[in-house]
């Protein structure tokens, strides 16, 4: 087990049995790195997640693989556990480069059918929230900034298959993979029973808890979704998480309960701030809300983080809804405007 103080420092860090972990760096994103998991077993070696595809990446890996003496060619297949940048990019520079095989959860095919056919990385479907929650500002900003970003193509293309819920043979080790809705509609994590691990991507993190639905495909009760998922969790034997971004180690269970207890204070703090504004629109609830683990005020964030604050809030907003604790009313647009329309104003049930 890795005991270096900084998760993200440069090498080949082994984790379990016959599993290391190489963090892959993402370059202007508050995030860091991505932990990249080169899993060896009697097939060959695999990797769970594959990392952003930006320059040099590829270059760290093939030392990191080095350091154990495995070579960039024996890679074979990429499971990926979500459809977000820093875990799917390098897959397909890896199919090109040595031909190893890509997999991905059937749920994403259709946030990466719709990412193809916007060919950018415009977030459509979070700037639809943003306007029911009455930020066509924040939402005409983010739009711009993803204008400016680079598309490629080639980063995207399809996998060479679809995982389904179920049994699952990554590096010849065979493995479970469940669905984790939340953060993507399809986003997988992989038990190995052997090591007593359970490869969390980014459903289960240890330090902080994942965007909710910031992806392409449709909006349908995201955070509703990663709720449930997190609780199927504890029904499962407890592991040994592997996570994405962060330090591994820590039982999944703890951090699972740490995660619910967490949305269940945010859920309150949401519906406080609805009781103490009657009528307030989503954009107007997140801006009464703390964001991060520093408690900043709405208006320090950047626009990006604007964008995932206001989003966040509508899904809590939500499940505050499906549960019957808030309504919505969007018949009468504010002031009359036509560009309110659709805005949705919340009160307390």
């Given at each position: 087990?890795?005991?270096?103080t900084?998760w993200t420092?440069?090498?080949?860090h082994p984790?379990?049995?016959?599993?290391h972990r190489?963090?892959?760096?993402?370059?202007g994103?508050?995030?860091?790195?991505?932990?990249v998991y080169v899993?060896?077993?009697?097939?060959?070696?695999?990797?769970?997640?594959?990392?952003?595809?930006v320059?040099g990446?590829?270059?760290?890996?093939?030392a990191g693989?080095?350091s154990i003496?495995?070579g960039?060619?024996?890679i074979?297949d990429?499971h990926?556990?979500?459809?977000?940048?820093?875990?799917?990019?390098?897959g397909?520079?890896?199919r090109?480069?040595?031909?190893a095989?890509?997999h991905l959860?059937?749920?994403?095919?259709p946030?990466?059918?719709?990412l193809?056919?916007?060919?950018?990385?415009?977030?459509a479907?979070?700037?639809?929230?943003?306007?029911?929650?009455?930020a066509p500002?924040?939402?005409s900003?983010?739009?711009?900034q993803?204008l400016?970003?680079?598309w490629?193509?080639?980063?995207?293309?399809l996998p060479?298959?679809?995982t389904?819920?179920?049994?699952?043979?990554i590096?010849?080790r065979?493995m479970?993979a469940?669905?984790?809705?939340?953060?993507?509609k399809?986003?997988?994590?992989?038990?190995?029973?052997?090591?007593?691990?359970?490869?969390?991507?980014d459903?289960?993190?240890?330090?902080?808890?994942?965007?909710?639905g910031?992806?392409?495909g449709g909006?349908d009760?995201?955070?509703?979704?990663?709720?449930?998922?997190?609780?199927?969790?504890?029904?499962?034997?407890?592991?040994?998480?592997?996570p994405?971004?962060?330090?591994?180690?820590g039982?999944?269970h703890?951090?699972?309960?740490?995660?619910?207890a967490?949305h269940d204070?945010?859920?309150?703090?949401?519906r406080?701030?609805?009781?103490s504004?009657?009528?307030a629109?989503?954009l107007?609830v997140?801006q009464?809300?703390?964001?991060?683990r520093?408690?900043?005020?709405?208006?320090s964030?950047d626009?990006f983080?604007?964008m995932?604050?206001v989003c966040e809030?509508m899904?809590?907003?939500?499940?505050l809804l499906?549960?019957?604790?808030v309504?919505?009313d969007s018949?009468e647009?504010?002031g009359?405007g036509v560009?309110?329309e659709?805005i949705?104003r919340?009160v307390?049930?």
């Open positions: 087990m890795t005991t270096t900084d420092e440069i090498g080949c984790v379990a049995e016959r599993i190489i963090p892959l760096p993402m370059p994103d508050g995030l860091r790195a991505i932990n899993v060896e077993g009697p097939d060959g070696v695999s990797l769970v997640d594959a990392g952003w595809n320059p990446n590829l270059e760290i890996l093939r693989l080095r003496d495995v960039l060619s024996e074979t990429v990926v556990t979500h459809i977000h940048r820093d875990h799917y990019t390098m397909p520079e890896l090109r480069v040595v031909g095989r890509i959860g059937v749920g994403e095919s946030g990466l059918a719709a193809r056919d916007l060919a950018n990385t415009v977030p479907d979070s700037l639809l929230q943003l306007r029911r929650a009455g500002g924040i939402a900003a983010a739009r711009e993803a400016t970003e680079t490629l193509e080639r980063d995207w293309e060479d298959e679809w389904d819920e179920g049994p699952v043979v590096g010849g065979p479970t469940t669905v984790t809705a939340g953060h993507t399809g986003h997988l994590v992989f038990d190995d029973p052997g090591s007593g691990v359970t490869f969390t991507g459903h289960v993190l240890p330090r902080i808890s994942p965007s909710i910031f992806e392409l909006w009760n995201p955070l509703g979704a990663y709720l449930s998922s997190l609780e199927a969790m504890l029904d499962r034997p407890d592991s040994l998480m592997l994405a971004h962060g330090a591994v180690g039982s999944v703890a951090r699972v309960r740490e995660l619910l967490h204070a945010r859920l309150d703090a949401t406080r701030a609805v009781a504004s009657p009528g629109t989503g107007q997140a009464a809300l703390p964001w991060t520093r408690e900043r005020a709405f208006t964030l626009d983080n604007q995932i604050a809030t899904a809590h907003l939500d499940v499906e549960r019957g604790e309504i919505a018949s647009p504010v009359g560009a309110d659709g949705e919340y307390v049930a």
